[in-house]
């Protein structure tokens, strides 16, 4: 009887919808159940299942970051900017020393131009967390698009000394550096990224980068990386025959 329950519940707990709807019918109105179960709908981009559920553990628990955090993302995701500005508001009142809800907001605000209050959502985001690298990256783009080169370039050699092989940062960083016409640096940077990229699209901008700068070598170097990984990358073949 012991084995044959077991395999039971390992076939039942290794499907997570199968393992909510068995908890839910054991205990109906299950908060934590009933959050995971609208987080496999959140993969699943099932958002009018998932948002049911959470607005339904919300009326058992108001005050849970998580909660509002997701139904932020759901609401970005569709377009809903100004709802998802409202449930990060939301998460922020319930937990207002959370990175992630700052840089979250700050993203929101930069949809909606509104560069002022994405740059200080941004800064709140990393001096609350400065092992994250996205309100970095975020406020590095902000400044980039402002044209402070400067203050961009310093952010993402921060993130670096966090994670030096950051690919997102080194990606900005090799343009930054090439626009400043940082040329040694830019190569140094090109070379560390060409040994972890392999993301052809990335390897093939960076490339035709490299070919505007006139340095052919270098972008040679990143379209055969990018046709090693996709031998039938149209783009590179194009841009190798420019050289």
């Known amino acids: 009887s012991l084995a044959v329950s077991t395999q039971r519940y ?9 393992y909510c709807f068995y908890w839910l019918k054991q205990v109906p109105g299950y908060k934590s159940v009933l959050f995971h179960l609208a987080g496999t709908y959140l993969r699943e981009g099932r958002y009018a299942q998932a948002r049911r559920l959470y607005k339904e553990a919300l009326e058992n628990t108001p005050s849970d970051e998580e909660i509002y955090i997701n139904l932020g993302l759901m609401d970005e995701e569709e377009g809903n900017l100004t709802g998802a500005r409202d449930h990060y508001k939301a998460a922020l009142i319930v937990q207002p020393r959370s990175a992630v809800t700052y840089n979250n907001l700050g993203g929101v605000y930069l949809k909606q131009d509104k560069a002022a209050q994405a740059e ?13 690298i996205e309100p970095r990256l975020n406020l590095a783009s902000l400044y980039w698009k402002q044209e402070k080169s400067l203050e961009a ?13 950051e690919e997102r940062s080194l ?12 040329k040694t640096k830019a190569v ?15 390897l093939v901008s960076l490339g035709s980068l490299f ?15 990018a046709l ?11 841009e190798v025959g420019k050289l």
């Open 10 to 18: 390992n076939i039942l707990w290794g499907n997570e919808r199968q």
């Open 120 to 132: 200080e959502c941004f800064k709140r985001a990393a001096s609350l967390n400065r092992f994250l």
């Open 153 to 165: 370039q310093a952010l993402l050699e921060e993130n670096l000394t966090i994670d030096p092989n």
């Open 171 to 182: 990606f900005s960083l090799i343009r930054i550096s090439l626009a400043r016409e940082e």
């Open 188 to 202: 140094d940077l090109a070379k560390r990224f060409l040994t972890r990229s392999r993301n052809p699209q990335e």
């Open 211 to 225: 070919a505007q700068y006139r340095f052919s070598n270098m972008a040679f170097s990143f379209y055969f990386k």
């Open 228 to 238: 090693t990984i996709d031998p039938s990358n149209k783009n590179a073949f194009l």
